[in-house]
């Protein structure tokens, strides 16, 4: 007999009527590589446009568009040298516009990347700032004295490995860098830099954008003491944010990042947000000792970031039964008044299709308990089309991290490559001159074309789901409750809004037999996504990957 996991743990629906953000599905954009528009071998603004029809059909309520502002790319737009404008290989403002107002016209909200914690180094401010020790930009950015042997001020580390510190010959000083040295920190302790960053933030409201995903949100703030961070014990160490080579691993941040001052910031940051109505804000957490901790300190209550998601589903590790209940309890106890946004791929991890060796039927399972969580839901693109992890040869590699680390890690190019919308020709309908990424020949065969023809196809299970996450508030915004792990089977009741819904899940590919309700009262509902039904003996069997899902009007 298989041990019993149970926690109960009931989180307070909300009261006020549900945002579209809460409980909502988020569909992420990698705008580089989902349709190119003018054959220069990358995604555009207007080959988003092409394609929003398409994403409307999945059901979403929403998407996010990874950074498209202009930047010299040393890390894809994450290096903004103009937060503003949008880079030329991506359009123009006018073509933002077309998106904003098509994607609203399908019904679709647009959330977009904003990248606060640091800009390229060819950013004016920064070219401003380290000029000299004077000038009125001095202190936007984090510089530091040399210790007297000329060494950096502190041990902090990058996460594209080596120092987190950059020497500037004309300042004589170290600036902060915690990715690239060529993204240096801004220093919010300036406060003239975030009425900067909220500047920017208004420009895009004002231009239309429904919400914002907050990249990094916990690295916007160091240490004013700029103190050494303590070692990490071995057994601590987690390499879901950085891969097991690198040595960022070895430390516990405390001083170079997750600091107390966000919090002001981010209230600064919402109020906002709230001169805008219905506009919605997910935070990035980056962090593998505290990830849920500090989504429970930055959504609580309404006057912080309405949601965020940390890197729990984005792990390497599967998601047993057990641990689904580990985590989802674990947000009840540290996060019981804010909100969690869940995915299981996004443009900085492998595919969980190869992350975690899924077959078809378990990506249709993993795909039906994703719209079962309580939370928010994002989708990466390709996900559901069930694209496993692109295999990028060393000499393509667009990555610096990749580029860095191989080959022990290659890095993130193969969930970046581009999205296949047709398998009749080498580039999959993604653009007519060569892709900036090579398309995977292997993903070709799960192209949309391919899966629009066949209802049994993963597509199809994907809006399957959505609709059926959507037809039930309960799923979308009410209560978490009975949170079981029976063996292989996680089960848990969601409730609100006058319906009460039992979920048990089969998270694997041997039959399982758990023991579920009395079958009276309760009627059998999920049949698009191969239901089973209530067994009248209170033991039901599970084939691979089938879920359980019954209803009780309350």
């Known amino acids: 007999m298989s041990a019993v996991l149970t926690k109960d743990h009931p989180v307070t629906a909300p009261t006020e009527a549900r945002s579209w953000w809460r409980g909502g599905v988020i569909y992420q954009i990698y705008p580089r590589s989902y349709q190119d528009s003018n054959g220069d071998g990358i995604g555009d603004l207007l080959g988003i446009v092409q394609r929003l029809p398409y994403i409307a059909s999945l059901g979403v309520d929403g998407i996010w568009i990874s950074p498209f502002f202009t930047s010299p790319m040393k890390d894809f737009g994450y290096d903004v040298s103009d937060y503003c404008d949008v880079d030329p290989m991506f359009g123009s403002l006018a073509d933002f516009d077309c998106v904003i107002e098509t994607a609203h016209k399908l019904g679709l909200k647009v959330m977009i990347d904003l990248v606060l914690s640091h800009t390229s180094d060819q950013h004016p401010w920064f070219v401003e700032s380290r000029a000299s020790r004077d000038n009125p930009k001095a202190d936007w950015y984090v510089w530091a004295d040399p210790k007297p042997d000329g060494t950096p001020p502190n041990n902090w580390l990058s996460i594209f490995g080596g120092s987190a ?8 000083q170290y600036y902060l860098h915690n990715f690239l040295t060529s993204q240096p920190d801004l220093n919010l302790h300036c406060m003239a830099v975030q009425d900067a960053l909220l500047d920017v933030t208004r420009f895009w409201l004002e231009r239309g954008v429904d919400g914002f995903r907050l990249d990094t949100i916990n690295f916007y703030f160091a240490d004013k003491e700029l103190r050494d961070n303590p070692p ?13 080579v690198n040595p960022y691993n070895y430390q516990e ?14 209230k600064r940051f919402r109020a906002l947000l709230d001169e805008f109505p219905d506009r919605a804000s997910v935070g990035e957490v980056g962090d593998a000792q505290y990830g849920l901790e500090i989504l429970g300190e930055y959504t609580r209550g309404d006057d912080r970031i309405h949601m965020c998601y940390a890197f729990e589903f984005l792990a390497a590790d599967f998601p047993t039964a057990q641990r689904v209940v580990e985590v989802m309890d674990k947000v009840a106890r540290v996060a019981d008044d804010g909100w969690a946004c869940w995915a299981f791929s996004n443009h900085d991890v492998m595919r969980h299709a190869s992350r975690w060796n899924l077959s078809p039927a378990a990506q249709r399972g993993m795909t039906t308990l994703l719209m079962c969580l309580r939370g ?16 990028v ?3 393509d590699l667009q990555d610096p991290y990749g580029i860095q680390f191989w080959p022990e890690f290659k890095g993130r190019d193969g969930c970046r490559t581009p999205m296949v919308w047709t398998s009749d020709n080498l580039n999959g309908g993604f653009s007519g001159a060569r892709p900036w990424l090579p398309v995977s020949s292997e993903q070709l065969r799960n192209a949309v074309g391919e899966q629009e023809k066949h209802p049994d196809a993963l597509l199809h299970h994907y809006r399957r789901a959505i609709a059926f996450r959507h037809a039930h508030p309960a799923l979308a915004s009410g209560t978490l409750e009975d949170l079981r792990a029976e063996g292989d ?10 319906e009460t819904i039992y979920v048990a899940l089969n998270l694997s590919d041997q039959p399982s037999t758990v023991a579920t309700p009395d079958p009276e009262g ?33």
């Not at 941040?253 to 981010?266: R, V």
């Open 489 to 498: 089977v996680v089960s848990f009741v969601r409730r609100g809004d006058g």
């Open 232 to 244: 990490l014990p071995p057994e601590l160490r987690n390499a879901s944010i950085a891969p097991a």
């Open 522 to 554: 309760w009627h059998h509902i999920g049949t698009e996504l191969n239901s089973a039904a209530l067994a009248p003996s209170g033991q039901t069997t599970l084939g691979p990957w089938q879920p359980c899902i019954a209803l009780r009007k309350t």
């Open 165 to 172: 510190w950059q020497w500037d010959p004309k300042r004589l």
């Open 253 to 266: 941040h405390l001083y170079s990042k997750n600091q107390p001052e966000n919090i002001d910031f981010l």
């Open 376 to 391: 928010s839901a994002c989708i990466y693109q390709g996900e559901e089309l069930g694209l496993h992890e692109a295999d």
């Open 393 to 395: 040869a060393f000499e």
